[in-house]
């Protein structure tokens, strides 16, 4: 009985989903996106441009990345010249941590106070490697919830290193 409660007060509310434009980062919230729709919730999206047609397919208004910049396997190279002359998993690791990630996040939140201006949200739900999440609330006032959509990141001799998808040593 609460948790119809909960599911009423949602009614009318204003949700953004916001992720970073790769299908395993959009497409693990999608269902909740629809969900929250039938219960009266009225959710957006905010991500890279290439997610437009799925998301007017999927009935979800949608705001493209602005300033932020949709970064894809396929454009990586070209956008990061650099990250070429990287030797090693482990340097292109942190490499795209800081510019992929990281430096985006002043961008996110410059994309969000537009979005903002025109859908003024009620609550922020991301995907975890969003990396302005933990901004976001003070920005805006607003609650955030992050979505783990990637393994937990943990270390144990038992375990491949995280984030360069090795298969643990038999040894």
Known sequence: MK????????????????????????????????????????????????????????????????RAVEVTGENLDQLFPARQKLKGQIKKLVHDMIHVFIRQAPRFIDDMRDIYKTFPFDMVVAECTFSAIPIIKKIFNVPVTGVGIIPLTETSRDLAPPGLGLTPSYT
Request: aromatic share 12%; net charge neutral; glycine share 10%.
């Open 3 to 66: 948790s119809n409660a909960n599911l009423e007060a949602l009614a009318g509310k204003k949700i953004l989903f916001v992720s970073m434009p790769a299908d395993g980062h959009v497409n693990p919230l999608t269902g909740l996106a629809k969900y929250l729709q039938t219960c009266g919730v009225d959710v957006r999206w905010y991500t890279g441009l290439s997610y437009e047609p799925q998301m007017e397919k999927l009935g979800i208004p949608f705001f493209p990345f602005q």
